[in-house]
């Protein structure tokens, strides 16, 4: 029996051995033949491991259609429709003799009727609606027509031309309002769709992407931006928008708000393309409260104008690149009042750095009035320290 059982064990051993060295060989002159045979035999991945089969992993595709996020969002964008009475004055000519011979009647400034259109956003079921404050500046009459056709006016709640934002109230209840309570995070990227009134094809679409994010007034065109638009920083993108469409409603893919849209760089530049902005939700949302509760919006204010501190202003030391100078004072105003002179740099508020003129505009409108804030910077290279308490900011000239 014994040796029954040493045969046996010789023989598996020469097998194994056979089949090692067949392997061997077999490896040597067919290399393909092993990823086959392990594949017959499900034994693939590492050490021996069988197969799990893991799928690939694929991005997720772009959608086909963006039909539910417009059907979710376009009942709640309406046509906006401005009639305003201009007064024309007569053209006066030098010489009674051209005068005479031009055509022209002379007479008394006369009055006609201008009409404007927008866009709007339905921001509450009792008939809330934002849009820019341009499209209803000097508006004798609002007419506002529904996603279903409905047409009824509206009144001008307030406006604001400081962020381009109105507020417009309609008659209504359980209307198709979009929400505006929830913050959305953007990326550039991202797709967006604008909807709107442009040139009186009321419910149009465009779809683009967010270009760019917190585009300062600082990117659009110097100072006189930084007064028109002293605390906002815009959502820009490729979506087409055209006149009629200011107002009207930045959408995402899901068709949630993300902003309100108000202007093309186009009508800057003419060698400008697909560069739209639109003013944040969560900027509209703050300015709608405001209006909703005060008629206006409440900033701070200094009273003083200022920009860019340049390098040796009020001596200021090369190593020091930030800050503004103070280039007026509004008389009794609370720069005035706290000893503040033209020329003076400023270089910081409440211990934080001023960096530049459109940092400080973000937050002196940004503070309440009543506010009392310390400045600290140069006069005359000598350093200096006050205090200052805000009022508040005055209406902005109309238009």
Request: aromatic letters at 6%; glycine letters at 12%; charged letters at 15%.
């Amino acid at each position: 029996m014994p040796s029954k059982r040493l045969s046996f064990a010789r023989f598996l051993l020469q097998s194994v051995l056979l089949g090692l060295a067949a392997a061997f060989i077999i490896g040597l002159l067919v290399p393909e033949a092993g990823p086959w045979l392990r594949a017959r035999l499900g034994l693939t991945g590492v050490a021996g491991q069988p197969s799990q089969n893991v799928p690939a992993q694929h991005p997720p595709a772009a959608p086909h259609s963006y039909a539910d996020a417009v059907q979710r969002a376009a009942p709640s964008v309406v046509s906006v429709y401005v009639n305003k009475v201009i007064t024309e004055r007569p053209i006066l000519l030098p010489n009674p003799t051209m005068q005479r011979f031009s055509g022209i009647t002379l007479g008394l400034p006369r009055q006609r009727l201008q009409r404007a259109q927008g866009s709007g956003v339905l921001v509450s079921p009792d008939g809330y609606i934002l849009t820019n404050h341009h499209v209803v500046a000097g508006a004798n009459e609002i007419q506002i027509v529904l996603w279903d056709g409905r047409v009824t006016a509206a009144t001008i709640v307030g406006s604001d031309r400081d962020t381009d934002l109105a507020v417009l109230k309609i008659d209504g209840n359980h209307l198709p309002a979009m929400a505006l309570d929830h913050e959305i995070p953007l990326r550039v990227g991202d797709v967006v769709l604008a909807i709107g009134n442009p040139f009186g094809l009321s419910q149009t679409v465009t779809q683009g992407i967010v270009s760019g994010l917190a585009r300062s007034q600082a990117l659009l065109g110097g100072p006189e931006n930084a007064q028109s638009f002293p605390a906002v920083d815009f959502i820009q993108t490729d979506a087409a928008i055209n006149a009629g469409n200011s107002g009207g409603a930045l959408v995402d893919a899901q068709g949630r708000l993300i902003g309100i849209n108000t202007f093309v760089l186009g009508r800057m530049s003419m060698d400008a393309e697909g560069i739209g902005f639109a003013i944040p939700a969560a900027t509209a949302r703050a300015v709608l409260a405001q209006i909703v509760e005060h008629g206006f919006v409440v900033r701070g204010w200094f009273g003083a104008e200022y920009s860019d501190a340049p390098a040796g202003s009020g001596n200021l030391p090369p190593e020091i690149s930030h800050g503004v100078v103070l280039t007026g004072l509004y008389a009794n105003g609370p720069a005035a009042q706290a000893g503040l002179r033209p020329g003076d740099v400023l270089l910081s508020l409440d211990g934080v750095d001023i960096i530049d003129q459109f940092d400080l505009r973000s937050r002196e409108t940004a503070a309440a009035p009543g506010t009392e804030v310390t400045l600290a910077g140069l006069r005359a290279g000598v350093p200096f320290e006050l205090r200052l308490q805000l009022a508040q900011r005055p209406a902005s000239r109309p238009g």
